[in-house]
């Protein structure tokens, strides 16, 4: 047991030391809203930390886990960044868990209409799925939510698995992994094809729904808004 503390203790002190020996960030020097923003979430990685966080609070392992690709030095690294800047927290879940995890302060949260403007800018590179493309069902959740107006909790069927969208929510979580908390005000079943149709910008969610692409059933408002487009 010694041996393992001891081997645990040098590792968490190599990371330590290589983050330590990282470089200043570098900043691009200019009197411009756009070059200070780029400072800020130019890095590689930072945005998609956010595009997870928005979910709400994840831990370390959850992240990296999302994030298919990054190194846990880098991850590490932007993490560091963006609680520096502001833009992240860190806290200790309470016993049992006793975890840490990393949330989005409020000006993190701001970057939602960033992303999903970037996310737009973006369908046309999207194309057909490549067999090296990594997928996750909640990574279908900003483009989803650009096609839902009003405000309410709706729940999302994928063959990739099941998540929930917040729709019109101003604070907190905009997405959830998993089943709606509670009874939604609308449930969507598709299958993976209609989804990536309306994540590359060829289908509208109302005419995956008028075409019978997407299933729409549920009570709510929003279920009958889709339903009567």
Not at 20 to 36: E, F, G, I, L
Not at 70 to 76: G, P, Q, R
Not at 93 to 107: F, I, Q
Not at 132 to 140: E, G, I, N
Request: charged letters at 30%; one cysteine or more; hydrophobic letters at 40%.
């Amino acid at each position: 047991m010694l041996l393992g503390f001891t081997k645990w203790t040098l590792g968490k002190s190599n990371i330590l030391s290589r983050l330590r020996r990282m470089p200043p960030r570098r900043s691009y020097d200019q009197y411009c809203s756009a070059a200070r923003a780029l400072d800020l979430v130019g890095d590689r990685w930072t945005l998609l930390i956010v595009r997870e966080l928005l979910a709400g609070p994840r831990r370390y392992t959850d992240l990296h886990a999302d994030l298919p690709g990054v190194s846990t030095d880098v991850l590490a690294s932007r993490l560091k960044d963006m609680e520096r800047d502001g833009l992240t927290t860190r806290r200790k879940l309470p016993p049992p868990g006793a975890a840490y995890v990393y949330e989005l302060t409020g000006r993190g949260r701001e970057l939602l209409p960033v992303l999903q403007a970037l996310g737009r800018w973006g369908e046309a590179e999207l194309g057909q799925r490549r067999p090296t493309d990594a997928v996750r069902a909640h990574w279908f959740a900003l483009p989803l939510l650009r096609g839902l107006e009003g405000e309410g909790l709706v729940e999302v069927r994928l063959e990739e698995g099941d998540f929930h969208l917040r729709v019109g929510a101003e604070e907190g979580t905009v997405y959830g992994d998993g089943p709606a908390p509670g009874e939604p005000d609308a449930r969507l079943t598709m299958d993976a094809a209609a989804c990536e149709a309306v994540a590359r910008g060829e289908l509208s969610l109302t005419d995956a729904v008028r075409t019978g692409r997407v299933t729409v059933t549920g009570d709510g408002a929003l279920a009958k808004a889709l339903r009567e487009t």
